[in-house]
């Protein structure tokens, strides 16, 4: 793979990154993603377009505001570097092609509905659903033969978190449940490996919750789902193929 498409890859990362950090912050709050412009949290001054480069400006100015010298949060470069980290493991892992055109959009919307559950406890249907919609879109152009299977994954994806989630209504919520459905438009059989990373990795948070504050007091801790569903939708994305071959040549063949 050339140095120049990694690089690439790398910079759109940091640039959906920023522009990931305007929908954590705005969609929640019911605000514009548009308008106005950035600007400072504290004293409101709109951020020059120099001041406002992924990663770089944060650490030339100190994470301060340059007008007021308020912080600014440490949250704003990290999801940057999250997103171009993600973006060219992506690309390194399953290669620069036409894919791309579901692969990236997915994995940067992940890492929005992720940041906005933890600090929320929502899973926003405006992401959601016209990710869903693109899902079905990308697919005709990229991979058509394949929709029979995204279609079933999708559904079956969706019945098995409903499920769940009517079983213990008190561990996830039908937010969860969507985006389990449109997990499964993306990725087809590799979803089911995606949500066992995602109900391992939950589980083994949960357990270490309950060892730092006691069975009691820990069960009580609500955890939101969806950056679990996140990871294990990035974990189905990147190895999920191989884990499914892997079983199938295994268990189901061998």
Request: aromatic share 8%.
């Amino acid at each position: 793979m050339a140095t120049v498409e990694l690089i690439a890859v790398g910079v759109l990362g940091a640039l959906v990154g920023s522009f990931l950090n305007v929908v954590i912050y705005r969609l929640p709050r019911g605000e514009s993603l548009i308008t106005p412009g950035s600007r400072c949290p504290g004293c409101q001054a709109p951020i020059a377009p120099y001041d406002n480069l992924p990663v770089v400006s944060w650490l030339f100015l100190r994470g301060r505001c340059r007008r007021c010298g308020q912080r600014i949060s440490a949250r704003y470069p990290l999801v940057e570097l999250l997103t171009a980290a993600v973006f060219l493991t992506i690309a390194l892992a399953r290669g620069v092609d036409d894919k791309l055109l579901w692969e990236l959009p997915f994995a940067a919307s992940l890492i929005a509905i992720a940041a906005i559950d933890l600090e929320h406890r929502i899973v926003p249907n405006r992401i959601v659903a016209p990710l869903a919609l693109w899902a079905l879109v990308a697919s005709m152009v990229t991979r058509a033969d394949d929709l029979p299977e995204l279609l079933i994954a999708g559904a079956a994806a969706f019945l098995f978190l409903l499920a769940a989630a009517l079983a213990y209504p008190g561990g996830m919520g039908m937010g969860d449940v969507k985006l389990a459905g449109m997990m499964g438009l993306y990725l087809g059989v590799a979803v089911a490996p995606a949500l066992l990373i995602a109900f391992l990795a939950g589980a083994l948070v949960g357990v270490a919750i309950m060892a730092r504050h006691g069975m009691a007091v820990g069960r009580k801790k609500g955890v939101p789902f969806a950056p679990f569903l996140a990871f294990g939708a990035l974990g189905g994305l990147i190895v999920g193929t191989a884990l499914v071959d892997f079983y199938r040549d295994t268990f189901l063949l061998g």
